[in-house]
Structures are given as structure tokens and as C-alpha cells.
């Protein structure tokens, strides 16, 4: 079992930054593929960022140049640093802790924190 806790979520004016963290918890954290997803009111929820347990990263083309997340192995945590802030950046951002796949570098998250909100005004 694995149990994920976002922070670092809150409000921002529109070119500004925020990192989120996700503490991990459960003995196969090292070995799992970890990743952030966001859903914005109104919208479905979409993938944002995932890194492999050897620190592969893979971005959405939405996010990618302005986002970068890091894992912390040794403290079981994962980051997301937010730069170049935009409103549309606004959303409930959501830690998850999955599979990666090397064939295409693509994700399937299995398990999913609670979320932590980030808005960005402008």
C-alpha cells in the first residue's frame, strides 16, 4: 500500500512560482514511477509530469519548460517546481505513485493523494 501527501499548493499571481511536494510512504517507493496530474473545475483531470525511479521525467506539452519534478529517494519525496505561472495553471493538483513503461515512456498511476490546490491570478 502506498500513501501519498501533497503540500506546497496555494495562490500565486500569474508569472510567479510554487513547488509542490509529496511525501510517499510504503517500502516500494524507490521502485516506483511517480507522477502529477491536475484537474482545473470543469475539466477532466489530465496527466502533467512523470519521473521514472531512475529519474527519467517526461512533461505535457502544456507544461513542459516551465515544470520540473525531481524525487528525493532518500527522504521518499517527489516534487513539482511551478515557474512561469499561468492562470490557466490553475487547478487541484494530485500526487500519484504508479507504473512507468519503457517502451514509450508512458505512465499508469495507481494510487493517488488527496490533492492540493494552486491558483494562479492575474
Known amino acids: 500500500q502506498v500513501q501519498l501527501v501533497e503540500s506546497g499548493g496555494g495562490s500565486v499571481q500569474a508569472g510567479g512560482s510554487l513547488r509542490l511536494s509529496c511525501a510517499v510512504s510504503?517500502?516500494?517507493?524507490?521502485?516506483?514511477?511517480m507522477g502529477w496530474y491536475r484537474q482545473a473545475a470543469g475539466k477532466q483531470r489530465e496527466w502533467v509530469s512523470h519521473?521514472?525511479?531512475?529519474?527519467?521525467?517526461k512533461y505535457s506539452d502544456s507544461v513542459k519548460g516551465r515544470f520540473t519534478i525531481s524525487r528525493d529517494n532518500a527522504q521518499n519525496t517527489v516534487f513539482l517546481q511551478m515557474s512561469s505561472l499561468k492562470v490557466e495553471d490553475t487547478a487541484m493538483y494530485y500526487c500519484t505513485a504508479g507504473v512507468c513503461y519503457d517502451e514509450d515512456n508512458s505512465y499508469a498511476p495507481n494510487y493517488w493523494g488527496q490533492g492540493t490546490q494552486v491558483t494562479v491570478s492575474s
Open positions: 519521473i521514472s525511479s531512475n529519474g527519467i521525467s
Open positions: 510504503g517500502d516500494t517507493y524507490n521502485k516506483r514511477c
